[in-house]
């Protein structure tokens, strides 16, 4: 593959990113899940929707499912796959210690180095954050991820409660 | 190449931005004048005089920079009079962007009472393929009111349904008070048949609104010579697509409909006099300038539509019909790639709207971005018209009248290039 002379398109489309934007992880909308959101790039018009699926039953709340589906571009893609396998399994406070370390290296304008064994693939979109009109793109799921989780949560405590 | 503006090469030098190159010392083709267009010197030149020379609050200033200000900012009234060839001078109200002008428009109206006054059992009529500046506001206005809003469809070639079932007999009917729609879709680049709307509507008595933004910048407009039953009431545009600045919109309405509408925006210069217990107003043009208005950005964009003048909108459509048809040409060999919009050059502007299989429109603009290629990914402002065609953001490529044919080809060089990048075929 050759480089594009002037911006480093390598560094935005890494091999990891295009692989999980052509074969997404996790993809389609599953039951049961507690909370579903719809959320949307306004300027661009990508859209997702996603389902959440958490369980207490080992005492640990945990992200049990994520499920989505996804109208948007490669990057938007890829990161919700990468999104959904890396929270998947985890306890939701590891996972949303996940999802912040991924809002950090997103907004480090490409300053910031990624910790792989906390971000797996996610350490891909590290060139992303150095092109800004893109940034949106690659946080969309990450977003939605966490508007459902927190939904779901409440969710599961009223169960609890009740 | 037969069309092209003449001196094309000394036409472009007119436009300093076009000399520049972006990283990696790559030549800048700009295919995105749709969204905004570029100014040529005499744009910046003038701007820059008046802010150095001439700068002064305008009708309000009793001193001789006042009077220069003033006298600046009406003579950019008169020639963009000249330019839409508006029957009245007094006609041009100045706006902040045609978005605005929309809204003045559609404001007033919700406001009106007597003939204009909008209720229930009303209708405002649209068009599936408007810009969302010319749905929302009347969208606002219909719900406000109670009001029922309609539209045309599309066939699927990117024309107005005007013949089907649900085309122009059933649509404009005596409940029908307002029809808004554009002259040219900023998506699909349809120029829609503005005479036989606005005489199908005026036949009903009903009000025609439209939006002139994509057509005023390569189309000649000559309002005081069309047949007065064809003649829209009013038309919006905004100056950044003329080569003119941001900042500064344009609404040209039929003297004595504007004269009926009550007043948008209260405040000063749109006033004849104020007392506490209630105000008169200004005749029109100020009675909807209220406010210091957008100064320099009219200076600017007076002499954006003399330079147009000069040009001749006449020589910029054949230019444009030419670029475009040698885009559809050119576009035609990418495989996988489907413009959106007529395919005859006849009966569009330049803005052409397209997918690729295979590659997100996003993809595509970072990958032509990456090349010095400048085009627009996404819903263009008019998800209705995509959703119609089944596609949720498409990529647009928009010529201008200093476009070259190179241009073009370094475009479909690009998306070639983008779809071995990808990895298809």
Avoid at chain 2, 77 to 88: N, Q, W
């Amino acid at each position: 593959m050759t480089n594009a002379p002037g911006q480093d398109l390598d560094s935005l489309y890494q091999e990891i990113i295009l692989d999980h934007y052509k074969n997404p992880l996790h993809a389609g909308l599953r039951d049961p899940f507690e909370a579903e959101v719809h959320h949307v790039n306004p300027t661009c018009g990508d859209e997702i929707t996603m389902r959440v699926h958490l369980d207490g039953a080992d005492g640990v709340l945990r992200v049990s499912d994520v499920s989505y589906d996804a109208l948007g571009c490669s990057i938007s893609q890829a990161s919700c796959s990468v999104m959904a396998d890396l929270v998947i399994g985890k306890p939701v406070e590891e996972a949303m210690a996940i999802h912040e370390s991924f809002l950090t290296l997103m907004q480090g304008k490409g300053q910031v180095e990624p910790d792989e064994d906390v971000l797996e693939d996610g350490i891909a979109f590290a060139g992303v954050a150095k092109f800004p009109a893109r940034v949106k793109c690659a946080l969309l799921s990450w977003m939605a991820w966490k508007d459902a989780t927190t939904q779901s949560q409440g969710q599961t405590q009223e169960a609890t409660n009740g | 190449m037969e069309g092209l503006l003449p001196q094309l090469g000394i036409v472009r030098k007119d436009f300093p931005i076009l000399e520049r190159t972006l990283a990696g010392g790559l030549p800048l083709v700009y295919l995105d004048s749709a969204n905004t267009s570029q100014k040529p010197q005499v744009v910046i030149d003038t701007m820059v005089d008046h802010l150095e020379r001439h700068n002064a609050n305008i009708s309000r200033a009793m001193h001789q920079l006042g009077a220069e200000s003033t006298e600046a900012f009406e003579a950019a009234r008169d020639k963009v009079a000249t330019f839409i060839g508006a029957p009245s001078r007094d006609e041009v109200i100045f706006t902040k962007n045609a978005s605005e002008a929309l809204n003045l428009v559609a404001n007033s109206l919700a406001w009106a009472t007597g003939d204009l006054a909008i209720g229930p059992g009303d209708e405002v009529l649209i068009t599936e393929m408007e810009h969302h500046s010319n749905i929302v506001p009347w969208q606002l206005l219909t719900e406000r009111k109670g009001a029922t809003l309609r539209w045309f469809g599309l066939t699927d070639d990117g024309h107005l349904d005007l013949d089907g079932p649900q085309g122009i007999d059933e649509l404009i009917t005596e409940r029908t008070k307002v029809v808004s729609f554009t002259w040219v879709s900023n998506m699909l680049g349809t120029i829609n048949p503005v005479a036989e709307i606005t005489r199908r509507a005026h036949e009903v008595g009903a009000i025609v609104v439209v939006d002139a933004s994509q057509s005023a910048p390569q189309m000649p407009t000559d309002l005081a010579a069309m047949e007065p039953v064809e003649r829209p009431d009013v038309i919006a545009f905004t100056g950044h697509k003329v080569v003119g600045p941001t900042g500064i919109g344009v609404l040209w309405g039929r003297g004595d409909l504007l004269a009926q509408l009550p007043p948008f925006l209260g405040g000063g210069e749109m006033i004849e006099t104020v007392r506490m217990e209630g105000s008169t107003y200004a005749p029109i043009p100020h009675r909807f300038e209220a406010g210091t208005p957008p100064i320099v950005e009219a200076v600017g964009l007076g002499a954006a539509v003399d330079y147009l003048g000069e040009l001749g909108l006449g020589a910029v459509r054949d230019h444009e019909h030419a670029i475009t048809a040698y885009a559809l040409d050119g576009l035609a060999t990418v495989p996988g790639l489907r413009v959106l919009g007529p395919l005859d050059a006849a009966e569009r502007g330049g803005a052409i709207s397209f997918e690729l299989d295979g590659v997100h429109p996003h993809d595509i603009a970072q990958v032509l971005d990456a090349r010095g290629v400048a085009v627009r990914a996404g819903h263009h402002c008019a998800k209705p018209a995509h959703a119609r065609f089944g596609v949720q953001s498409s990529t647009r490529m928009s010529s201008y009248l200093y476009t070259t044919p190179a241009e073009i080809d370094a475009l479909v060089e690009a998306l070639e290039y983008t779809r071995s990048y990808f990895k298809l075929g």
